[in-house]
């Protein structure tokens, strides 16, 4: 049979979305099963996004502004960058994407920690780039020294995520100095801040404030997580101008929909209800953290909205089992099941479902 595709790809794990709530709820004979794997916020879209989207979707026959130039003006307004360091995507995967391409040409290298967020190895694959796998330390966060001694002069982009995604962990301030210090001036470091909103550890930087002038350094952040637009796919970075206008050179036409647009308009008016969000899970997730530790399970502090159980080869079958009571967890084979933080009551589930599990 003829190949059409590339062969390196059938050794490529693909992206796991975390399970449809009402498939194992209709399996399982129950009302609804609760679902705590995707790090979604589930108290609902904030005020006025649902009438911005419905007000924007009269205009969907008509191709949006592909320059995106009032959301990127609202963000710099908000964030305190200037417009031309702005890009924007269908969702900061997406730009990490971006990143990469616009970066890497084959036989190039991608250095991350693993495990990571686990869409790095498919972007740096598809992008024709090696990926350099630096093992988390014992305490399931970024090894910087094991980092920064693995870079070679064929590294071109690192991707270090604060908080890390699964594991919760995160790299404080003086870490991070001086990991940025020892890498090279010609190696684009990437911080992936998706989960930015929900850190509470004043050691831990805000990297666009701390960092964002440094030259090779760009920060990744989503407005699918605490801005509750995860079904709308829109992330932003912030780079230096030149960084910033080679992304947006090779980021896919009008990927970033006038609906999102509008939605993401609209969410960054509500910044004090976000922040009364985050807070409810905040302390959710200190109260679910400090349950599951009382189960006997050493859950590493979180700066996000999940918690880590590190299960190690016990993680697919604790899965199964919460899923067996109808609860959805995300289950990293081998390693260990990230938890999302629900509602209180969804946590309850989750908690009742883990004790018996255990």
Request: net charge negative; with cysteine.
């Amino acid at each position: 049979m003829t190949r059409l595709t590339r062969a390196d790809l059938e050794a490529l794990p693909s992206y796991v979305p975390g399970r449809s709530p009402a498939d194992l709820a209709r399996e399982l004979g129950l009302p609804e099963a609760i679902k705590l794997a995707s790090n979604e916020v589930p108290y609902g879209p904030l005020p006025g996004v649902v009438e911005a989207v419905t007000e924007a979707a009269s205009g969907v026959h008509r191709y949006p502004d592909m320059g995106v130039v009032a959301l990127r003006a609202a963000l710099a307004e908000r964030y305190e960058v200037a417009p031309e360091r702005i890009a924007t995507g269908c969702g900061s995967v997406a730009l990490c994407e971006h990143l990469a391409r616009a970066t890497c040409l084959p036989g190039d290298e991608i250095l991350y920690s693993w495990r990571s967020f686990e869409a790095y190895p498919i972007i740096a694959a598809t992008t024709g780039a090696a990926s350099v796998r630096v093992p988390n330390d014992a305490g399931h966060g970024h090894d910087l020294r094991a980092m920064a001694a693995a870079v070679t002069d064929r590294t071109r982009m690192i991707l270090v995520c604060n908080p890390n995604n699964p594991t919760g962990t995160s790299i404080r301030r003086a870490d991070l100095d001086r990991f940025l210090d020892a890498v090279p001036d010609d190696v684009l470091v990437v911080l992936d801040e998706a989960y930015r909103e929900f850190v509470t550890d004043p050691e831990v930087p805000d990297g666009l404030r701390v960092y964002g002038d440094r030259p090779n350094v760009v920060v990744l952040r989503t407005l699918s997580k605490a801005w509750g637009l995860a079904g709308l796919r829109v992330g932003f970075l912030v780079a230096q101008p030149e960084v910033a206008a080679a992304v947006r050179k090779v980021v896919t036409p009008f990927s970033t929909s006038a609906v999102a647009q509008a939605a993401a308009l609209a969410a960054l008016q509500q910044q004090d209800e976000v922040q009364r969000r985050c807070t409810l899970v905040i302390a959710e997730r200190d109260r679910l953290g400090e349950a599951v530790r009382k189960l006997g399970i050493d859950v590493p502090d979180s700066q996000a909205n999940f918690i880590w159980l590190p299960l190690g080869d016990r993680s697919a079958g604790f899965g199964a089992a919460c899923e067996s009571r109808g609860v959805i967890v995300r289950p990293f084979v081998g390693d260990g099941v990230r938890v999302t933080v629900g509602t209180p009551a969804e946590n309850d589930a989750f908690l009742a479902a883990a004790e018996a599990a255990l």
